[in-house]
């Protein structure tokens, strides 16, 4: 998913790395919660319910400020989930584009067609939020 917002990426970054204000502006985020911080490294517990399914689970992020986060995590049911977000400066009219890709494996066949829609929705979520989001920020200029 690519996007672009009037907002720099200084100003994007600090919205995305903000984990513990995920449940004050993303639909489905119950808890998440930064257990540990070292360097560029957060170790994360959070708590989503998404199409029925509620979970917590710990993660790791890795932050490249301003111009990258990378989530990992092995929820119930996978072996992996990583979510990364690009933020790059455009060059013609300023503002960022936004890149989010999104990884996982289901940990087994049972999970692999739930985890699917689930997936897909809990980033289809988060995407919204964080444009809406961004969208309600005075762009820096």
Known sequence: MDRRVANDPEQLFELVSDIERYPDFVPGY????????????????????VLGWKCTFD???RLDAPRALEIEASPPGFRRLGIRWELEPEEKGGGTRISVI??????NPVTRAISTHWVRALADMQ????????HSLEPVR
């Open 30 to 49: 119950r808890a998440a919660t930064v257990l540990r911080r070292e360097g560029a490294r957060l170790d994360v517990r959070q708590t989503v319910s």
């Open 59 to 61: 993660s790791v992020a």
């Open 102 to 107: 999104v990884r996982y494996e289901a940990a």
């Open 127 to 134: 995407i919204r939020a964080f444009l809406d989001r961004a």
